[in-house]
């Protein structure tokens, strides 16, 4: 378990107050799912579309950039 989990509707990182996924929990993301990239990907799309209903007034893009963008 990580302390670097998501705060529901803004989507700041519980354990550093950063924006969601924050470079800890990105970290973290990439070495629990080493050997499944598509499974990563599928994860964070599914907390993309949450945050995008939670956070109806931010940019597609930010939010698109802030949760895959940062994929491989």
């Not at 499944?36 to 950039?65: E, F, N, T």
Request: charged residues 15%; glycine residues 8%; contains cysteine.
């Amino acid at each position: 378990m990580t302390a670097h989990g998501p705060v529901a509707p803004i989507w700041t990182c519980a354990g550093c107050d950063a924006p969601w996924p924050c470079r800890t929990r990105r970290q973290e993301l990439r070495a629990e799912y080493d050997q499944a990239p598509v499974s990563l990907a599928l994860y964070l799309g599914a907390c993309l579309v949450a945050a995008s209903q939670d956070m109806g007034w931010a940019p597609a893009g930010l939010l698109h950039r802030r949760f895959l963008g940062w994929l491989p």
